[in-house]
């Protein structure tokens, strides 16, 4: 279990047996272990002998004493799909998909609830809170309802209808409003303060981070299980949809711990952030070599998941791509959606649009040659298209009336 949280700029500790938002210094905290205590005991041999189907395998570097005391409804254990060769992928030769949308609540979001919520509750949270502009929604109502907690959610109003539903169906109590995301993390604040809530905004509490962390290591022994090697493995290029960038900061952290557990050495994948165009305030500030990023004004995509136009762990991010020799790139609203329809149409992967927008920064960078075509690359999918189904048009789908007797000779022509 961890033994401290420490506050990611400046060092400084915190206790670890209450609930915590920001450190003092207002910064995101981090939950910190004794690994070195844990180098005989939790081994890549002891995580694969244990029958749990979930990332709390992993139990040892998650906020827990016990893994029966997870809030877990079979979070994580992802597939690493390796791409067919064909059409727009066929000049790749190690290219993979991490597919989120295997989780419980249909994306990665499950993971950082799950931790979330599993020490808020050990911690005597009552009712959380959050904002959202998405899937961070359904899997906050579903992990709250799992652990019988209270769930208040604050949600642009133009949400992706999936979200609104499958939060009110799980009785969260769901208000829309009339703005973006920031917007509703000041009413959030606001209802902290007034109501006593517990936070659980995007790095705004310590545990997040934690469960999206087992991305990170999940990906160690997906790719050594893939290559048939005993030692686990990390990817050359890891390519993310950023938002919040918890997952990011996470699996940057989870390589940490690897190491100092004595699991992989120092190599590293090179970490790329993608981003919509029209919401770019982690790629803008890299390019301009900043520490900090800026908010980016008017942020608009369809991909909400990327509709983060102030993040509180920007500092944290653009540390990882300098630290890595990674980079930054921007996709436009066509582009990530017909990344969308190439995974579905050609790799049977239908994604969300923040997996279209990965796969179409890949090309990006593979077309402009930072992206080799031996490299082991990894693409996330970080939720499932069916949560997006309202961006489909399907108004062109012909009708049949199955009374015709001859219904068929018309499109008889068309199936060659």
Same mark, same amino acid.
Request: aromatic share 8%; proline share 6%.
């Given at each position: 279990?961890?033994?401290?949280?420490?506050?990611?700029?400046?060092?400084?500790?915190?206790?670890?047996?209450?609930?915590?938002?920001? =450190?003092?210094?207002?910064?995101?905290?981090?939950?910190?272990?004794?690994?070195?205590?844990?180098?005989?005991?939790?081994?890549?041999?002891? $995580?694969?002998?244990?029958?749990?189907?979930?990332?709390?395998?992993?139990?040892?570097?998650?906020?827990?004493?016990?893994?029966?005391?997870? *809030?877990?409804?079979?979070?994580?254990?992802?597939? +690493?799909?390796?791409?067919?060769?064909?059409?727009?992928?066929?000049?790749?030769?190690?290219?993979?998909?991490?597919?989120?949308?295997?989780?419980? #609540?249909?994306?990665?979001?499950?993971?950082?609830?799950?931790?979330?919520? #599993?020490?808020?509750?050990?911690?005597?949270?009552?009712?959380?809170?959050?904002?959202?502009?998405?899937?961070?929604?359904? &899997?906050?109502?579903?992990? &709250?309802?799992?652990?019988?907690?209270?769930?208040?959610?604050?949600?642009?109003?133009?949400?992706?209808?999936?979200?609104?539903?499958?939060?009110?169906?799980?009785?969260?109590?769901?208000?829309?409003?009339?703005?973006?995301?920031?917007?509703?993390?000041?009413?959030?604040?606001?209802?902290?303060?007034?109501?006593?809530?517990?936070?659980? =905004?995007?790095?705004?509490?310590?545990?997040?981070?934690?469960?999206?962390?087992?991305?990170?290591?999940?990906?160690?022994?997906?790719?050594?299980?893939?290559?048939?090697?005993?030692?686990?493995?990390?990817?050359?290029?890891?390519? !993310?949809?950023?938002?919040?960038?918890?997952?990011?900061?996470?699996?940057?952290?989870?390589?940490?711990?690897?190491?100092?557990?004595?699991? *992989?050495?120092?190599?590293?994948?090179?970490?790329?952030?993608?981003?919509?165009?029209?919401?770019?305030?982690?790629?803008?500030?890299?390019?301009?070599?900043?520490?900090?990023?800026?908010?980016?004004?008017?942020?608009?995509?369809?991909?909400?998941? /990327?509709?983060?136009?102030? %993040?509180?762990?920007?500092? +944290?991010?653009?540390?990882?791509?300098?630290?890595?020799?990674?980079?930054? $790139? #921007?996709?436009?609203?066509?582009?990530?959606?017909?990344?969308?329809?190439?995974? =579905?149409?050609?790799?049977?992967? !239908?994604?969300?649009?923040?997996?279209? %927008?990965?796969?179409?920064?890949?090309?990006?960078?593979?077309?402009?040659?930072?992206?080799?075509?031996?490299?082991? $690359?990894? /693409?996330?999918?970080?939720?499932?298209?069916?949560? !997006?189904?309202?961006?489909?048009?399907?108004?062109?789908?012909?009708?049949?009336?199955?009374?015709?007797?001859?219904? /068929?000779?018309?499109?008889?022509?068309?199936?060659?």
């Amino acid at each position: 279990m961890h033994t401290r949280l420490v506050c990611s700029e400046t060092g400084e500790t915190v206790p670890i047996d209450r609930l915590q938002n920001l =450190s003092p210094a207002g910064r995101p905290l981090l939950a910190d272990y004794d690994l070195e205590a844990l180098r005989e005991s939790f081994t890549p041999s002891v $995580v694969r002998a244990r029958k749990q189907r979930s990332f709390w395998r992993f139990w040892e570097v998650l906020p827990v004493a016990r893994p029966e005391d997870a *809030i877990s409804l079979g979070e994580g254990c992802t597939p +690493l799909l390796a791409c067919e060769r064909r059409g727009a992928f066929a000049g790749f030769e190690r290219l993979f998909v991490k597919d989120e949308a295997f989780n419980p #609540t249909g994306s990665f979001k499950a993971r950082g609830m799950a931790a979330a919520i #599993t020490r808020a509750k050990a911690l005597g949270a009552q009712v959380v809170a959050l904002p959202s502009a998405g899937n961070a929604a359904g &899997a906050a109502t579903s992990y &709250a309802a799992r652990a019988g907690l209270g769930c208040v959610l604050f949600m642009p109003e133009d949400t992706p209808p999936a979200n609104i539903v499958e939060s009110v169906a799980g009785g969260a109590r769901v208000f829309l409003v009339n703005g973006l995301i920031g917007d509703c993390g000041k009413l959030v604040r606001a209802g902290v303060e007034r109501f006593g809530w517990f936070d659980l =905004s995007t790095l705004k509490e310590p545990f997040r981070i934690e469960g999206k962390k087992t991305m990170g290591y999940e990906l160690a022994f997906d790719l050594a299980d893939h290559e048939g090697s005993g030692g686990l493995q990390l990817p050359d290029v890891i390519l !993310y949809p950023t938002g919040g960038g918890t997952g990011l900061i996470g699996m940057w952290k989870a390589f940490a711990e690897m190491e100092r557990l004595g699991w *992989i050495g120092s190599a590293r994948p090179r970490m790329v952030v993608v981003q919509a165009e029209g919401c770019a305030p982690i790629v803008t500030a890299f390019r301009q070599g900043e520490e900090r990023a800026t908010p980016f004004p008017n942020a608009r995509t369809v991909a909400s998941g /990327l509709r983060v136009p102030a %993040a509180i762990g920007d500092f +944290l991010m653009l540390r990882v791509l300098r630290e890595s020799g990674g980079t930054a $790139v #921007t996709v436009t609203d066509d582009e990530l959606l017909r990344g969308v329809d190439e995974l =579905s149409r050609e790799q049977g992967i !239908y994604a969300c649009p923040e997996g279209g %927008a990965v796969w179409a920064a890949a090309r990006k960078l593979r077309d402009d040659g930072w992206l080799r075509s031996n490299e082991r $690359v990894v /693409l996330f999918n970080t939720g499932a298209g069916l949560k !997006y189904n309202h961006l489909v048009d399907t108004t062109g789908v012909p009708r049949i009336d199955h009374r015709d007797p001859d219904a /068929l000779s018309a499109i008889a022509g068309s199936m060659g």
